[in-house]
């Protein structure tokens, strides 16, 4: 059981927007920062979202995050086939503690 | 270019020690925390550990806190991890990550080692 909450699948067609929620606690996600991350399997977990809703560089603008109170979403709009992955939502916690959800796996059909 | 490579990995019986390290290229090593997560088979992401740049300050996931040490030596560029008294629900790919300098969170790891698998089994 994860500490952050994540819904275990997700689709969208080519040229949609799906949207991932992840829900945690007034320790984690109300008091500190949401980070996403996308992963392929057998690949490094990449970076998209940092600070809530800050891109890195080489992040496609396609890829945006948003917070609310102890709740977190990241938005995908214009699907491609390539997005298709698992996604991690993560925050520290005030324990002294990282924190990732539990994954959701996004499927373009 | 920022390069993490992992190394150390393997089979290990139940009750024994491994010790990874992650070699750290491209990037001043001595100023940036650099965090361990792993990945058990068919499972999601877990955070493992975490320490900071210079001080040197460290942090654990209750599941491993006290069986697990985390390191580095600045003048090698290269950060361990010390696992002992090893369980079978240990087994997991394991990646080192360096923290982003463009927030203050430890799970802001903007780059990210290809991971080295300990299996735990008799």
């Known amino acids: 059981q994860s500490v952050l909450t994540q819904p275990p699948s997700a689709s969208g067609t080519p040229g949609q927007r799906v949207t991932i929620s992840c829900s945690g606690s007034?320790?984690?996600?109300?008091?500190?920062?949401v980070n996403w991350y996308q992963h392929l399997p057998g690949t490094a977990p990449k970076l998209l979202i940092y600070?809530?809703?800050q891109r890195p560089s080489g992040v496609p603008d396609r890829f945006s995050g948003s917070k609310s109170g102890t709740s977190a979403s990241l938005a995908i709009s214009g699907l491609q086939s390539e997005d298709e992955a698992d996604y991690y939502c993560?925050?520290?916690?005030?324990?002294?503690?990282?924190?990732f959800g539990g994954g959701t796996k996004l499927t373009v059909l | 270019e920022v390069q993490l490579l992992e190394s150390g990995g393997g089979l290990v019986q139940p009750g024994g020690s491994l010790r990874l390290s992650c070699a750290a290229y491209?990037?001043?090593?001595?100023?940036?925390?650099m965090s361990w997560v792993r990945q058990a088979p068919g499972r999601g992401l877990e955070w493992v550990s975490a320490?900071?740049?210079?001080?040197?300050?460290?942090y654990y996931a209750d599941s491993v806190k006290g069986r697990f040490t985390i390191a580095r030596d600045n003048s090698k560029n290269t950060l361990y991890l010390q696992m002992n008294s090893l369980r079978a629900e240990d087994t997991a790919v394991y990646y080192c990550?360096?923290?982003?300098?463009?927030?203050?969170?430890?799970?802001?790891?903007?780059?990210w080692g290809q991971g080295t698998l300990v299996t735990v089994s008799s």
């Open positions: 990550a360096k923290k982003g300098i463009n927030s203050g969170s430890y799970l802001n790891l903007d780059y």
């Open positions: 491209g990037f001043t090593f001595s100023s940036n925390a």
């Open positions: 320490i900071s740049g210079s001080v040197g300050n460290t």
């Open positions: 007034s320790s984690n996600i109300g008091s500190n920062t």
């Open positions: 600070s809530n809703n």
């Open positions: 993560a925050a520290w916690d005030d324990s002294l503690n990282g924190v």
